[in-house]
């Protein structure tokens, strides 16, 4: 099973990486408890839920320096800390940077961003 965290960044994934053509991606990680010794049937115990929303799509005239295409950036407040520190909120913001084609013979590239606009979490009882 996923954990929220990693389907919250699989959800910010999805938008940056398909080239402007997702716009918005809903997760939603639900845990049941065990099932009911009287009826038989599974308790819904929680539901995390994250919306994401490309956020932003830039045209670049040039590739900026040191980076890769089709790369997968974190940039919320966390991104410098993620590559040393293990311990890390969930990402709540990425960045991709795709080809989109030339233009009077020179390259032209896309830079989506997509954000978590909603981060919900239900603990029944």
Known sequence: METPKKLSGDCGQWIVCSLGRVLLVLGF??????????KQIPVLSSVICHFWELVEAEILNELPKGMTLETLVRS???????ETYTGFEPVTKYYCISYLGDKAGKPVYMKY???????????LK
């Open 76 to 82: 919320d407040k966390n991104a410098k800390k993620a």
């Open 29 to 38: 990680n639900i845990k049941l408890k065990n099932q009911s010794k009287e």
């Open 113 to 123: 961003h997509a954000g978590i606009t909603v981060s919900y979490k239900e603990i």
